[in-house]
C-alpha cells in the first residue's frame, strides 16, 4: 500500500532553516509527484508547491518563492522540502502528499510539525 | 482570506443529507478546473474525498458526492453518520496565482 512517512517534528528559531523529508513506499517513485501543503495551528491548509521525482521539475506557491527548496532522491525514495529564513508565521504542520499528475493529491503524510520560536 | 470560498460550519442530525458549497472565480473554478475535496478528521491528515468534481477514489461510501456548476462546487453527504465529523475541504488550480488553491474549510458537527 502507498506509504509516505515524514521526518519528526522542529524546533527552529527565527532566521533558520527546516528541511522535512518525506519517504515514500509502496508505488514506483517516479510515477508520481510529491506536494507539500502546510496547515497552520487552528488554520485551514496551504499549498507550498510540488516536485516530479523523474525529472526534477518543481512549482512552489509565489508567497515562499526564494525560501523554498524541494527535492528529490530516487535512490532512497526521499523527498526534501527545505524553508529558509524561518518566521513565526511558517510554524505549522507540513504535510508531503503523493501528486497523480493532475492538480490533487491522493495520498498524504502523517505531517511534520515545524516550530519557530525564539 | 482563500480564493475559493466556504461557509465556516455546517451542521445536521445522524442520518440527514447536508451540503458544503465552494465558491470561486473565473481565475479557478470558472476557467474548468477540477474542483477535489478532502476530509480531515480532528488530529489527523486529511483525506482525498472526491477528485476531478464527482469521482469517488476506493473506498469512499457513496453516501459522498461532487458536483461542479459554473464558478461553483458542492459536496453532499447523505445518511449523515457521528463519524463524518471532520473538516472538509476543497481545492483546485487558480491561472491568477499559477498555483493551488484551497477554501477556508467547513467544520461538520454531527448533532
Known amino acids: 500500500q502507498v506509504q509516505l512517512v515524514q521526518s519528526g517534528a522542529e524546533v527552529k528559531k527565527p532566521g533558520a532553516s527546516v528541511r522535512v523529508s518525506c519517504k515514500a513506499s509502496g508505488y514506483p517513485f517516479t510515477s508520481h509527484g510529491i506536494t507539500w501543503v502546510r496547515q497552520a495551528p487552528g488554520q485551514g491548509l496551504e499549498w507550498v508547491g510540488w516536485?516530479?521525482?523523474?525529472?526534477?521539475?518543481?512549482k512552489y506557491a509565489q508567497k515562499l518563492q526564494g525560501r523554498v527548496t524541494m527535492t528529490t532522491d530516487t535512490s532512497t525514495n526521499t523527498a526534501y522540502m527545505e524553508l529558509d529564513s524561518l518566521i513565526s508565521d511558517d510554524t505549522a504542520v507540513y504535510y508531503c502528499?503523493?501528486?497523480?499528475?493532475?492538480?490533487?493529491?491522493?495520498?498524504w503524510g502523517q505531517g511534520t510539525l515545524v516550530t519557530v520560536s525564539s | 482570506q482563500s480564493m475559493l470560498t466556504q461557509p465556516p460550519s455546517v451542521s445536521g442530525a445522524p442520518g440527514q443529507r447536508v451540503t458544503f458549497s465552494c465558491t470561486g472565480s473565473?481565475?479557478?473554478?470558472?476557467?474548468?478546473?477540477?474542483v477535489h475535496w478532502y476530509q480531515q478528521p480532528p488530529g489527523t491528515a486529511p483525506k482525498l474525498l472526491i477528485y476531478n468534481n464527482i469521482n469517488r477514489p476506493s473506498g469512499v461510501p457513496d453516501r459522498f458526492s461532487g458536483s461542479k456548476s459554473g464558478t461553483s462546487a458542492s459536496l453532499a453527504i447523505t445518511g449523515l453518520q457521528a463519524e463524518d465529523e471532520a473538516d472538509y475541504y476543497c481545492q483546485s488550480y487558480d491561472t491568477g496565482l499559477d498555483g493551488w488553491v484551497f477554501g477556508g474549510g467547513t467544520k461538520l458537527t454531527v448533532l
Open positions: 473565473s481565475s479557478n473554478i470558472g476557467a474548468n478546473y477540477d
Open positions: 516536485v516530479y521525482p523523474y525529472n526534477g521539475n518543481r
Open positions: 502528499a503523493r501528486d497523480p499528475g493532475d492538480n490533487r493529491v491522493d495520498h
